[in-house]
């Protein structure tokens, strides 16, 4: 079946633009995780939903950055006012969770690739 | 806190030779454990788990037991292939849902 697809795969915007990327998790998947991922590190959290709700935002470094999930499907992560330093690849994962127990395993989609110029 | 140690890399091999890359990890209660794989051009894919203690992940030849004594999630494969070319992530789910990641470790398996 389908995997976990992200658009775009690359996006290159200006210092100070706003970008939105998005997420198509797995059909099914009741989980949504968002990561970064910076050059030769491994990938941070940012934030995870179950359902429509953010079950943790802890990750998001800052309020320029803000993510939604409507219809418990595709998700959205928004960034305002980009700076150089959000470049890096923005990941999304899913998995079914059928409970919060940190067993399931998460899905990933091949990122996006952002760049601030 | 939860963190995730891994042997730095790059780590270069010849064919057939034996694999290990160290995971170390810091956490309270009990996590589950993961290794991640990502071949060059390719997203992240699972490559092996487990979920409790003295469990043993397996897949295409690697393995990792999980030892709560030593906190280590240590990866091996008895003998790589030049298709095993990667970067390799362990990483760690504490209940919380979020997963940390070590900050990787390179394979380059030369013929």
């Known amino acids: 079946g389908a995997g976990v697809s992200q658009t775009p795969s690359n996006k290159v915007t200006e210092k100070g633009k706003y970008v939105e990327l998005r997420c198509d998790p797995i059909?099914?998947?009741?989980?949504l995780y968002w990561y970064r991922q910076s050059l030769g590190q491994g990938p941070e959290f940012l934030i995870y939903?179950?359902?429509?709700?953010?079950?943790?935002d802890s990750g998001l470094p800052n309020d320029r950055f803000f993510a939604v999930r409507p219809e418990g499907s595709v998700s959205t992560l928004k960034i305002q006012r980009t700076e150089r330093g959000d470049s890096a690849v923005y990941l999304c994962?899913?998995?079914?969770?059928?409970?919060?127990?940190?067993?399931?395993?998460?899905?990933f989609g091949p990122g996006t690739r952002l760049t601030v110029l | 806190g939860n963190s995730v140690t891994q042997m730095e890399g790059p780590v270069t091999l010849s064919e057939e030779a034996f694999l290990t890359i160290n995971c170390t990890y810091t956490?309270?209660?009990?996590?589950?454990l993961f290794w991640y794989v990502q071949y060059p051009g390719e997203g992240l894919q699972l490559l092996l788990k487990?979920?409790?203690?003295?469990d043993k992940g397996s897949n295409k030849g690697f393995e990792a037991t999980y030892r709560k004594e030593t906190t280590s999630f240590h990866l091996e494969k008895g003998s790589v292939q030049v298709s095993d070319s990667a970067v390799y992530f362990c990483?760690?789910?504490?209940?919380?849902?979020?997963?940390?990641f070590g900050q990787g470790t390179e394979l380059s398996v030369k013929p």
């Open positions: 956490a309270t209660g009990y996590p589950s």
């Open positions: 487990a979920t409790k203690a003295d």
């Open positions: 939903f179950q359902g429509t709700g953010a079950a943790d």
């Open positions: 059909s099914g998947h009741t989980a």
């Open positions: 990483a760690l789910n504490n209940q919380g849902g979020k997963l940390i």
């Open positions: 994962a899913s998995s079914y969770n059928r409970g919060a127990t940190g067993a399931d395993t998460q899905y």
